[in-house]
């Protein structure tokens, strides 16, 4: 995608600090870290969404989280990380390439996750259920 800020430093038309890349995966440092070590990690090639990756990269993307998460976790000696991966717009996805984030935490660093809500009742967690695993029959 032409105008794609992650397509333009997968094609060194923008410079990056690289963690680690390989055929179809580059990671390199966010450049707003919410801690240092903010690490994301994408596809090469173009996709918007994990909707859109083949299984192939999926599987490449999914090892390289592993690897790249331990060298941010021991190499910082970190208490913990979280892995995050926003899907479109109205979840915080900013950038419209695939990519995921390698957040370092610190004891009391302010971050919060999102709030929890109960659902209404057991009618409509079946319903949700329902709705869900039709789909992956």
């Known amino acids: 995608m032409n105008d794609c800020i992650f397509c333009k430093i997968v094609n060194k ?32 090639k173009h996709y918007e969404t994990i909707l859109n990756v083949d299984d192939e990269t999926l599987k490449e993307l999914a090892i390289a989280i592993k690897k790249i998460s331990s060298a941010v ?19 915080g996805q900013i950038v419209p390439h695939l990519h995921v984030h390698i957040i370092p935490r610190k004891e009391n660093d302010g971050i ?7 659902y209404e009742n057991k009618e409509e967690r079946k319903r949700v259920q329902e709705k869900i695993t039709r789909l992956l029959k």
């Open 112 to 118: 919060r996750l999102w709030p929890t809500r109960e």
């Open 13 to 44: 038309k923008i410079p990056c600090h690289k963690i680690y890349e390989n055929k179809k995966i580059l990671a390199f440092l966010d450049i707003n870290p919410v801690n240092p070590g903010h690490t994301l990690i994408i596809p090469k």
């Open 73 to 91: 976790y021991n190499g910082l000696k970190l208490k913990g990380f979280n892995i995050g991966i926003n899907q479109f717009k109205v979840a």
